[in-house]
């Protein structure tokens, strides 16, 4: 830079979104972010928060927004630190939840203050908080008895939560929070849009109603788009389809590229084709060849199918943390055989994660025989009968693991000695349901 020039350049000299930080120096970030410490799976910074490369102590975060949950204020250490302008305190109209709000004195004070929505400035000394037109929100479909029991008794504890997740209004109470969600379930939460649906009062030339949906100057009234293969209403002097829809043939239809009907194109290996538009949009059609349409990933026989004629066969897979095979189906799977392992097929115990993988049912029982020496024989759970209670078809006795919680199918064994997991086993042990062969210790 010129040395006579008048104008210099802000050098910001903390660290950028997502950098490694301290966490002790809350102000070591960037203006708006602040050091979150990292999980460091003892107990200690953040849970769940992990870091880009697993060395660092604290990232710089962006903090969380008015509404959000939280722990602490801006300028304070914490996991959810509340965006300057808000404090994080108990929400009375969410169950106590911790929030962040904006302090208030007067009406003035909140926004959306023009609408009649709970956005005024609470007896608490907290803004209410609304979300505006336009915008994000969650739809929780209507759980009735939910919310009759919870409005009696709102101290129940299913009702803290029920009540802390209560969704948050629309500004404008001319609109609702709508959701493209099929068939949602009473009582669970989608995301949805703040506007006006389909039947609601709006004002022509503007945004009113929803993104799907145009305002009808002649009714003054929110007007759903034409969906696919639907005769749409007539909006505004035209036809008005749903985005990425054309009006043609009198319907709603996916758009065809203009002049490309009637040329050459390729419609399978060695088999010329033309261009077609078709109501679901450019198609390249050709006769079909009758040849086998093998896993490929083309449409070798021209039926506009690929890979139906592949047939499925019995097949041996290595489950990569068993270290060993297991039975599984060859399926076409992006073009290419590959060997799927069947979970039923296997049972695996996860000693890092204290998991078990595979076929599940099986895999809690055990089934594995076992000697005195028990806990290293025995999965994680299940214990070793050692008093010859349990006879096999031939009237042999053996010893046998079984789950801790569920008692011998006999009633026997009233002196069986229970095992526990090994604490310096790492990594996973691997059989097969049914399998009574030898026992499984440390791998």
Not at 195 to 207: D, I, K, L, N
Request: aromatic letters at 8%.
């Amino acid at each position: 830079m010129d040395a006579t020039s008048p104008l210099g350049v802000c050098l910001d000299l903390n660290q950028g979104l997502l950098e490694e930080c301290n966490p002790d120096g809350f102000d070591l970030c960037q203006s708006g972010t602040y050091c979150r410490a990292v999980d460091d799976g003892e107990g200690g910074g953040c849970p769940g928060f992990f870091g880009l490369n697993g060395n660092e102590a604290g990232l710089c975060s962006l903090p969380v927004r008015e509404g959000s949950a939280c722990d602490a204020d801006w300028g304070s250490p914490g996991c959810a630190v509340c965006e300057p302008g808000t404090l994080c305190r108990p929400d009375p109209h969410r169950g106590g939840r911790r929030l962040c709000q904006r302090s208030c004195e007067s009406d003035g004070d909140c926004p959306c203050e023009d609408t009649e929505a709970d956005t005024t400035c609470q007896p608490s000394g907290f803004c209410g908080i609304c979300i505006g037109h336009g915008s994000a929100c969650d739809y929780r479909n209507p759980d009735p008895e939910m919310d009759a029991h919870c409005e009696e008794n709102p101290t129940e504890p299913d009702c803290y939560e029920w009540i802390s997740n209560s969704p948050y209004e629309c500004c404008d109470t001319m609109d609702q929070c709508v959701t493209n969600a099929p068939d949602p379930e009473d009582g669970e939460v989608y995301p949805g849009e703040c506007c006006r649906p389909a039947g609601a009062s709006c004002e022509p030339g503007t945004f009113d109603c929803c993104s799907d949906a145009a305002c009808d100057p002649s009714t003054n009234e929110c007007v759903a788009c034409g969906e696919f293969g639907e005769t749409p209403p007539f909006v505004g002097g035209e036809e008005f389809c749903c985005a990425g829809l054309e009006f043609r043939d009198d319907r709603c239809l996916v758009p065809c590229t203009d002049g490309l009907e009637g040329t050459a194109c390729e419609a399978c290996p060695g088999a010329e084709g033309e261009w077609k538009c078709t109501d679901r949009g450019d198609k390249c059609d050709g006769p079909a060849t009758g040849t086998t349409d093998d896993c490929d990933g083309i449409d070798n026989d021209c039926d506009h199918r690929v890979d139906e004629d592949f047939a499925p066969s019995s097949c041996e897979a290595e489950v990569e943390a068993c270290g060993s095979e297991f039975p599984g189906t060859e399926r076409c799977i992006g073009g290419e055989p590959q060997c799927a392992v069947d979970d039923s097929t296997y049972c695996r115990y996860d000693f890092d994660t204290s998991r078990f993988y595979g076929n599940l049912d099986a895999c809690g029982w055990g089934m594995k025989d076992c000697s005195v020496n028990g806990h290293a024989d025995c999965p994680p759970g299940t214990f070793c009968f050692i008093n010859n209670c349990w006879t096999d078809s031939t009237g042999m006795s053996y010893y046998g693991c079984w789950p801790i919680d569920q008692p011998h199918p006999s009633g026997a064994c009233p002196g069986g000695t229970y095992v526990t997991e090994n604490d310096s086993c790492t990594g996973s042990v691997c059989w097969a349901p049914g399998d009574l062969g030898g026992g499984y210790g440390c791998p």
